[in-house]
């Protein structure tokens, strides 16, 4: 598969990746010999980036991932955790007092003695514009804690905030074919300041496979059901904040782009692939299959102008007025 450099880590990693959220908690049941053969199955499909947090499952996905590095040593692949949310979100919390004791978990969790990436996971507007936040992430480079650091992000204007920082590696943002607005300055800054930009939510939350109508039923304790409103967490990380109805008619259009032998998921992964300044996609996977389909979307041949125009068209005519002006 495909590498591409990592910003200014020093690192590469694929072109797609696996967002291990599923394998923690809060999109149904995963047993773990299922999580174990999806981890399998998307390193032997050519996947070296994983993406988890210390609050996925409280830990369950980080233990996963370190269980499974610990048993296949040959597997080479960066590891991205996040931190920050299994406290209040409060900017006050943010010390490094606090970091070291995170990262001292998550480092236990994945049983290694630095951790690859941290990322703030999508914390308070103002911690983005605290000189102290940061001279503490760079303390735990300098400390051996850590290799570098990112932060996940809601908004385009938290993104450009964090780039500006000149300690920020990588930036997480919510980008699909449902969600055009990082495109318009998120990535020609990151591309400007060597930031890698890693693309979480790229199937909006599996309405870009195409799979689901508007009679689908989710699990009680999948976020689709309960966080749809933003009850829970932010809006946008369900769905990509659109209206489920709309999602759905608007996904069966897109479905009807996708190139001939290709699914409507490889086709959201691909528009994702080739966009300017993206280093890495990290779809999740439920099953062994799921993982090798997602990382098959790097094989495909670039999509035409003709379809990233129309994908432009169905955000403007479907999606645009929900979601543009909020994130």
Same mark, same amino acid.
């Not at 236990?108 to 992430?137: E, I, K, M, W």
């Given at each position: 598969?495909?590498?591409?450099?990592?910003? *200014?880590?020093?690192?590469?990693?694929?072109?797609?990746?696996?967002?291990?959220?599923?394998?923690?908690?809060?999109?149904?049941? #995963?047993?773990?010999?299922? $999580?174990?053969?999806?981890?399998?199955?998307?390193?032997? %499909?050519? #996947?070296?980036?994983?993406?988890?947090?210390?609050?996925?499952?409280?830990?369950?996905?980080?233990?996963?991932?370190?269980?499974?590095?610990? /048993? &296949?040593?040959?597997?080479?692949?960066?590891? %991205?955790?996040?931190?920050?949310? *299994? !406290?209040?979100?409060?900017? %006050?919390?943010?010390?490094?007092?606090?970091? &070291?004791?995170?990262?001292?978990?998550?480092?236990?969790?994945?049983?290694?003695?630095?951790?690859?990436?941290?990322?703030?996971?999508?914390?308070?507007?103002? !911690?983005?514009?605290?000189?102290?936040?940061?001279?503490?992430?760079?303390?735990? !480079?300098?400390?051996?804690?850590? $290799?570098?650091?990112?932060?996940? #992000? /809601?908004?385009?204007?938290?993104?450009?905030?964090?780039? $500006?920082?000149?300690?920020?590696?990588?930036?997480?943002?919510?980008?699909?074919?449902?969600?055009?607005?990082?495109?318009?300055?998120?990535?020609?800054?990151?591309?400007?300041?060597?930031?890698?930009?890693?693309?979480?939510?790229?199937?909006?939350?599996?309405?870009?496979?195409?799979?689901?109508? *508007?009679?689908?039923?989710?699990?009680?304790?999948?976020? *689709?059901?309960?966080?749809?409103?933003?009850?829970?967490?932010?809006?946008?990380?369900?769905?990509?904040?659109?209206?489920?109805?709309?999602?759905?008619?608007?996904?069966?259009?897109?479905?009807?782009?996708?190139?001939?032998?290709?699914?409507?998921?490889?086709?959201?992964?691909?528009?994702?692939?080739?966009?300017?300044? !993206?280093?890495?996609?990290?779809?999740?996977?439920?099953?062994?299959?799921?993982?090798?389909?997602? $990382?098959?979307?790097?094989?495909?041949?670039?999509?035409?102008?003709?379809?990233?125009?129309?994908?432009?068209?169905?955000?403007?005519?479907?999606?645009?007025?929900? #979601?543009?002006? &909020?994130?």
């Amino acid at each position: 598969m495909e590498q591409r450099a990592f910003g *200014r880590s020093g690192q590469r990693v694929s072109v797609v990746g696996l967002g291990t959220w599923q394998l923690g908690a809060d999109w149904g049941e #995963v047993r773990e010999e299922d $999580a174990l053969a999806v981890l399998d199955a998307a390193v032997e %499909a050519g #996947v070296t980036f994983f993406d988890t947090a210390d609050v996925y499952g409280d830990g369950r996905s980080e233990q996963l991932i370190g269980r499974f590095l610990k /048993e &296949r040593p040959d597997a080479q692949v960066l590891v %991205a955790t996040k931190m920050g949310r *299994r !406290v209040d979100l409060d900017p %006050a919390l943010y010390t490094l007092d606090n970091f &070291r004791a995170w990262t001292d978990r998550s480092r236990a969790n994945l049983g290694v003695d630095r951790l690859d990436l941290v990322q703030l996971h999508c914390p308070p507007t103002a !911690v983005y514009a605290s000189d102290a936040v940061f001279d503490a992430l760079d303390t735990l !480079v300098e400390e051996g804690r850590i $290799a570098a650091y990112g932060v996940s #992000v /809601e908004t385009c204007d938290e993104a450009l905030t964090a780039i $500006a920082r000149p300690g920020t590696a990588s930036v997480q943002i919510i980008l699909n074919p449902f969600r055009l607005k990082p495109l318009e300055a998120v990535l020609p800054a990151a591309a400007a300041a060597g930031v890698g930009i890693i693309a979480r939510v790229p199937l909006a939350s599996g309405l870009l496979s195409g799979k689901y109508t *508007r009679d689908t039923v989710f699990a009680e304790n999948d976020h *689709r059901t309960y966080n749809r409103h933003g009850e829970a967490f932010d809006q946008g990380e369900t769905f990509s904040g659109v209206d489920y109805a709309t999602g759905v008619e608007a996904a069966a259009e897109f479905a009807d782009l996708a190139p001939e032998g290709a699914t409507a998921a490889q086709a959201a992964l691909r528009w994702l692939i080739q966009q300017p300044g !993206v280093s890495t996609v990290i779809p999740g996977a439920r099953n062994p299959e799921q993982a090798r389909a997602n $990382a098959a979307a790097a094989d495909l041949a670039p999509l035409p102008e003709s379809t990233l125009a129309a994908v432009r068209d169905l955000y403007d005519a479907k999606i645009r007025a929900q #979601v543009h002006h &909020r994130w």
